[in-house]
């Protein structure tokens, strides 16, 4: 055999080789042990959900998806089943948010599942948005992505003094999506715009005066809250809100705290009103406070095609339904699993951790309209349905 034909075997066998170790690490990632990266439960007159992969921050990964959507579906039809709740193990984190490294290495190798990620995914955020039962999601601890879209959309959702919360996916070449362009438009003034192009973290309190919470509760009540919850008997809408409510005026911590952007709130308003990334960022540029300068800082960081997806996700997501902004977000996906920039931001933060990104392209101005128009197409017969 000439040395050529050999190398080329081997070239071959390698290749095959990196796919299977790859295949090998999204198997583990999205089905080994399935069963115990979260648990389903009937407890007293409710279904409890708990997000079981606390090592890993209780990251949403595929198989994790695939389980919660069935049941969710069941206890909304079962007349003994009178609410929803669902919760974190641990003490770290509600959700960090979804597998995005294991998403990354599916889609490199052009793999169907990172079209069944996102679109699973977005189905389940669409279920809990119309579920007809209370939903009650305890955010305790690190809230953000993924974990946003299983906890936001519900009826109910319970902050803790250790609640962080935050949209971060500029930052790694995505958007912030699981509804970001329907719920971060429906929060006061320019507020979600804030948050989503910046990645700002709430914590605490915060995250209850931004109205990403419904009611904020003590940590160390939140045991207590959610075995009153179970022990109710047959219980409506309002029986539960009763609950929460209670424990929500009794909750002392942090009570007298102004809201953490309460004395920006005016510029953000301002700043974020403009209708494009260039002009925001013009708008920080001439303002020169000290907060201001931190936001850009933030800003410049950010993947450019990401910002400029982000604005006009949320200009358009602020006039449609969930469902429509879902489907709109599943289109952007498909077109980031494709590009560069999501790949660099995985590698450059999750992967190598280096922090560097080298985003493709590097300048807003490079970024036209023809790339945003592109991201935004239909995908014809394989558009989100529901």
């Given at each position: 055999?000439?040395?050529?034909?050999?190398?080329?075997?081997?070239?071959?066998?390698?290749?095959?080789?990196?796919?299977?170790?790859?295949?090998?690490?999204?198997?583990?990632?999205?089905?080994?042990?399935?069963?115990?990266?979260?648990?389903?439960?009937?407890?007293?007159?409710?279904?409890?959900?708990?997000?079981?992969?606390?090592?890993?921050?209780?990251?949403?990964?595929?198989?994790?998806?695939?389980?919660?959507?069935?049941?969710?579906?069941?206890?909304?039809?079962?007349?003994?089943?009178?609410?929803?709740?669902?919760?974190?193990?641990?003490?770290?984190?509600?959700?960090?948010?979804?597998?995005?490294?294991?998403?990354?290495?599916?889609?490199?190798?052009?793999?169907?599942?990172?079209?069944?990620?996102?679109?699973?995914?977005?189905?389940?955020?669409?279920?809990?948005?119309?579920?007809?039962?209370?939903?009650?999601?305890l955010i305790h601890g690190i809230t953000m992505g993924g974990g946003v879209g299983l906890s936001v959309h519900g009826q109910f959702r319970v902050a803790t003094e250790k609640s962080v919360f935050a949209m971060p996916e500029t930052a790694i070449g995505l958007f912030p999506d699981v509804g970001g362009g329907y719920f971060l438009t429906r929060l006061q003034g320019k507020l979600g715009y804030f948050l989503a192009l910046?990645?700002?973290?709430?914590?605490?309190?915060?995250?209850?005066?931004?109205?990403?919470?419904?009611?904020?509760?003590?940590?160390?009540?939140?045991?207590?809250?959610?075995?009153?919850?179970?022990?109710?008997?047959?219980?409506?809408?309002?029986?539960?809100?009763?609950?929460?409510?209670?424990?929500?005026?009794?909750?002392?911590?942090?009570?007298?705290?102004?809201?953490?952007?309460?004395?920006?709130?005016?510029?953000?308003?301002?700043?974020?009103?403009?209708?494009?990334?260039?002009?925001?960022?013009?708008?920080?540029?001439?303002?020169?406070?000290?907060?201001?300068?931190?936001?850009?800082?933030?800003?410049?960081?950010?993947?450019?095609?990401?910002?400029?997806?982000?604005?006009?996700?949320?200009?358009?997501?602020?006039?449609?339904?969930?469902?429509?902004?879902?489907t709109m977000e599943y289109r952007l996906s498909q077109a980031c699993m494709r590009g560069h920039d999501f790949h660099e931001g995985v590698r450059a933060v999750l992967i190598d951790k280096d922090q560097n990104?080298?985003?493709?392209?590097?300048?807003?101005?490079?970024?036209?309209?023809?790339?945003?128009?592109?991201?935004?197409?239909?995908?014809?017969?394989?558009?989100?349905?529901?």
């Amino acid at each position: 055999m000439g040395a050529w034909k050999l190398w080329r075997l081997m070239s071959r066998f390698n290749a095959s080789k990196r796919t299977n170790i790859i295949l090998q690490h999204l198997r583990m990632s999205m089905h080994t042990d399935a069963a115990a990266e979260v648990l389903l439960e009937r407890k007293g007159c409710a279904g409890v959900i708990t997000l079981n992969r606390p090592k890993f921050l209780n990251a949403l990964n595929f198989s994790m998806i695939q389980q919660i959507y069935p049941q969710l579906k069941k206890w909304e039809q079962d007349p003994e089943t009178f609410l929803i709740i669902i919760k974190g193990a641990g003490e770290k984190a509600f959700c960090a948010g979804g597998d995005i490294k294991a998403v990354s290495e599916a889609a490199k190798l052009n793999l169907k599942i990172t079209q069944d990620f996102f679109r699973e995914e977005y189905v389940l955020n669409n279920a809990i948005g119309s579920c007809q039962k209370p939903y009650v999601a305890l955010i305790h601890g690190i809230t953000m992505g993924g974990g946003v879209g299983l906890s936001v959309h519900g009826q109910f959702r319970v902050a803790t003094e250790k609640s962080v919360f935050a949209m971060p996916e500029t930052a790694i070449g995505l958007f912030p999506d699981v509804g970001g362009g329907y719920f971060l438009t429906r929060l006061q003034g320019k507020l979600g715009y804030f948050l989503a192009l910046t990645g700002f973290r709430l914590k605490g309190r915060d995250v209850y005066a931004a109205g990403i919470a419904t009611h904020f509760v003590d940590y160390e009540k939140l045991g207590m809250l959610e075995e009153d919850l179970l022990a109710l008997k047959s219980p409506s809408k309002e029986n539960i809100a009763d609950v929460l409510g209670t424990y929500h005026a009794k909750s002392e911590i942090d009570q007298d705290k102004p809201f953490v952007l309460e004395e920006h709130m005016d510029k953000i308003n301002s700043w974020f009103s403009a209708n494009t990334v260039e002009q925001i960022i013009e708008n920080l540029q001439q303002d020169g406070s000290s907060f201001a300068l931190e936001q850009l800082k933030a800003i410049n960081k950010m993947s450019p095609t990401s910002l400029k997806i982000t604005l006009r996700q949320l200009m358009e997501g602020s006039s449609k339904t969930l469902q429509e902004v879902l489907t709109m977000e599943y289109r952007l996906s498909q077109a980031c699993m494709r590009g560069h920039d999501f790949h660099e931001g995985v590698r450059a933060v999750l992967i190598d951790k280096d922090q560097n990104p080298k985003w493709k392209p590097a300048d807003l101005k490079e970024v036209t309209d023809e790339d945003l128009n592109n991201h935004f197409k239909s995908l014809g017969s394989n558009d989100l349905k529901f």
